[in-house]
């Protein structure tokens, strides 16, 4: 490390010498960058790591080390001696946003040159005092500056020099957190595979008529994966029973052996399939790390090492075999915040399994396909892509045998005519209720489902579940795992649910109906019909239901767009009734017909324009929508009191994490003008001792005990205002 002279005795935290803390976070990211064949950043990863915090032996910082109310920004001093010290403008600028997001081209290259050099002298003067071995003269400032230029004059190599930037980016956070809690160097442990532990496993899971069929696609599948000779994108398309899961599990753990990679990521649509999907595979690993927003620190605390609160609190990708959600993998892909790049070193000579990406939206496809090509080229990542769907993402090599079911499982009907919630109920009569059979009802919005839940009720009778996002993960969870049991039971089970039921989630119903889609939609609701080919031919209705006001709008219109939606009816004219068997023809259709429409929209493309700080969230846009927080057994409020209490320091910032994603557990989001009506409507009826609902500030609600049973119902999760007397009116009338 570079001596600098003016950090003696100068602190970084309050107990961590500055001096420590640069060499510590530098040998850290050294250690990364070593394990992950990184070698041609290490000059550069020296540089940042090694200055990224010397501005912090500011007098006025060291204060606010005991004075929390004297504030330093350090980030940008620190960066000019970065760039005198390299040259590299763009080393700067990682550390300049180190503790915030990387900006657009062009702010930075705005920044850079209105930034003046004599101020910029000031600046570092006033705590390297007349240590100026590092300094510049200003023509070597300006001439250091003219890349800016030469970048904006051939804009081709904005996707090549980001990469170079994220990589670095991600390193020196991941060294620098990792630092700043105390925690030692990252022990990564290599892919072990062993494929007697996948035939013992396959062995024990218990046998229907499908298990010897099964058993020959795994083969096959394995056996083409076995002439893979390169990082590239590859595909398996399988009908939804085929076991996709462990075919794909095991095709990347025999990938990652063979070429000795480093990680194997599994990448889920949903929270809700996290869970079952762990679960085999660490049936089949060792070292399986689960990762999504719930996942937190046990309330043992003291049992677990400085690096597991890392990895906790950041969800930085860690162990050998890591399965997470694809809104988690999206951000680790593109989004420009700091903390949300860590995990990105983690995809070189990785292999990736993106289960259902066709839960993307078809605007961002191109530009997804696009990425993935370009980093495994760039870092040799191995992705597969795996449905019972494939949409026009990628060119891929397909590794699965072409296959179909041996039988029909089920027929798709589809409406001629727009129907109402009413209208849906006379269908659910004649083919659920008359026919004595289990049921799906998948709508599109969670209002419309409600009321679909309310009509179907009294006809139903016992064993009715509802699932939505208004239902908290925790009670999502526990519904799904008592829908299971049943089905184990051959017991007769129904569900009301909107779209969270969808992919990947391992139900079976013999008839479903599903309110209007798009067609890979419909396809995935399809797949819970029927699952396990257990009985006769299952059946499908599909219609489109619309608003009974004058609008006569349609509620799938409120959730998707308008090109998908136009595409699917113009598939679905052609058959008003078809098989499983036909679904492969249509869906290439509908594929087809969706790429003629050449979307160009989503975060690669604004890579590819510099456009670096930009990010299209997979999580639709909630800015309307606040969270809610629903004290159902009494325990938020004790952890949101814990939660307040807790000062704003970064010796804290650990601990506040790990109860905030614990309260998450009991968290809704909910559109703003839905918790307006109901605190204005409570306000105007009673004053309670314990208010039902308190605003607690910076968009979060909380539902007190009191609250229960009024704004949120434990049958169907949070209640609109308007609905309170349809709801609770006929539930306990």
């Known amino acids: 490390m570079p001596s600098f002279s003016f950090l003696d005795g100068k602190r970084s935290h309050p107990e961590k010498l500055l001096k420590e803390h640069l060499e510590g976070v530098w040998h850290r990211a050294e250690e990364i960058a070593i394990y992950h064949g990184y070698d041609e950043l290490i000059e550069s990863l020296k540089c940042v790591c090694t200055t990224h915090d010397l501005a912090k032996a500011h007098e006025k910082f060291q204060k606010h080390l005991v004075q929390k109310g004297i504030k330093y920004a350090h980030a940008e001093p620190s960066s000019i001696i970065t760039f005198m010290m390299s040259k590299d403008v763009f080393l700067a600028e990682l550390v300049r946003r180190h503790h915030s997001y990387l900006e657009d081209f062009q702010q930075i290259a705005v920044f850079w040159r209105e930034l003046d050099y004599t101020d910029a002298i000031k600046q570092i003067s006033e705590f390297a005092g007349k240590e100026d071995w590092f300094y510049i003269d200003e023509k070597q400032w300006r001439s250091s500056l003219r890349v800016l230029r030469q970048i904006e004059a051939d804009e081709t190599n904005f996707d090549s020099l980001w990469l170079r930037l994220r990589l670095l980016y991600s390193i020196l956070i991941t060294g620098d957190r990792l630092d700043s809690i105390g925690a030692d160097g990252i022990d990564f442990e290599d892919i072990s595979y062993d494929e007697e532990k996948f035939e013992r496993y396959i062995e024990d899971l218990p046998k229907d008529k499908l298990a010897d069929w099964r058993a020959k696609i795994r083969t096959e599948t394995i056996e083409n994966v076995d002439k893979i000779e390169k990082p590239g994108i590859y595909t398996i398309s399988l009908p939804t029973g085929a076991g996709k899961t462990l075919i794909g599990l095991q095709s990347a753990m025999k990938l990652a052996a063979r070429f000795s990679l480093k990680t194997v990521v599994y990448v889920l649509p949903f929270i809700s399939i996290v869970d079952q999907n762990t679960d085999v595979a660490r049936n089949v690993c060792n070292k399986v790390q689960e990762d999504h927003h719930l996942v937190s620190l046990n309330n ?143 709508m599109d919005t969670r209002k419309e489902a409600l009321k679909s839940y309310v009509l179907l009720r009294n006809i139903l009778g016992e064993n009715l579940f509802f699932l939505s996002a208004w239902v908290i993960p925790e009670e999502r969870m526990k519904r799904i795992k008592k829908l299971k049991e049943l089905e184990k039971l051959g017991r007769r089970r ?94 290439s259709k509908y594929y087809d017909q969706l790429g003629k429409k050449k979307y160009q929209e989503g975060p690669w493309y604004n890579i590819c324009e510099g456009q670096w700080s930009k990010f ?24 949101l009191y814990k939660l307040e209490s807790m000062e704003n320091t970064l010796e804290n910032l650990d601990a506040k994490r790990n109860v905030w994603k614990r309260i998450q557990k009991y968290a809704i989001t909910v559109p703003k003008g839905e918790m307006q009506a ?51 009116g006929d539930l306990y009338g």
């Open 300 to 442: 043992e605390t003291e049992d677990l090492t400085t690096l597991q609160r890392f990895i906790i609190s950041f969800r930085y990708f860690k162990d050998p075999l890591i399965v997470t959600t694809l809104a988690k993998f999206w951000e680790v892909l593109y989004s420009p915040a700091a903390n949300d790049s860590m995990s990105f070193h983690r995809l070189k000579d990785a292999v990736v399994i993106l289960d259902e990406p066709q839960s993307i939206p078809a605007k961002y496809w191109q530009g997804f396909g696009q990425t993935l090509k370009f980093l495994s080229e760039k870092l040799g990542t191995y992705f597969i892509l795996m449905t019972a769907t494939q949409p026009m993402i990628a060119k891929g090599e397909e590794l699965a045998p072409k296959v179909s079911f041996p039988r029909n499982r089920h027929e798709y009907n589809v409406s001629n005519e727009k129907i109402t919630v009413d209208d849906m109920k006379v269908l659910i009569e004649e083919n659920a209720v008359h026919n004595n059979v289990s049921s799906l009802v998948i």
């Open 494 to 587: 129904n569900l009301v649910s909107t779209q969270v039921i969808e992919a990947g989630v391992d139900l079976d119903f013999d008839y479903v109906f599903r309110d209007m889609a798009p067609f890979d939609s419909l396809v995935q609701s399809a797949g819970r019909c029927n699952r396990r080919m257990r009985n006769k031919v299952g059946k499908i209705d599909i219609a489109e239901i619309v608003r009974e006001d004058k609008s006569g709008r349609s509620y799938a219109s409120d959730v998707y767009d308008d090109i998908s939606l136009d595409v699917t009816k113009e598939i679905l004219m052609q058959r008003k009734r078809f098989f499983e068997t036909d679904v492969q023809e249509m869906l």
């Open 616 to 639: 299209n969230s997979l999580i639709a846009d909630v800015s309307y929508e606040e969270t809610v927080l629903v004290d159902i057994d009494g325990t938020v409020s004790e952890q």
């Open 678 to 728: 109901w605190e204005d409507g409570i306000n105007d009826v009673i004053l309670d001792k314990e208010k039902k609902l308190e605003f607690k500030g910076n968009g979060i609600w909380l539902i007190s005990k009191s609250g229960i049973g009024e704004i949120y119902s434990t049958e169907v999760g949070f209640v609109p205002f308007s609905m309170k007397e349809e709801i609770f």
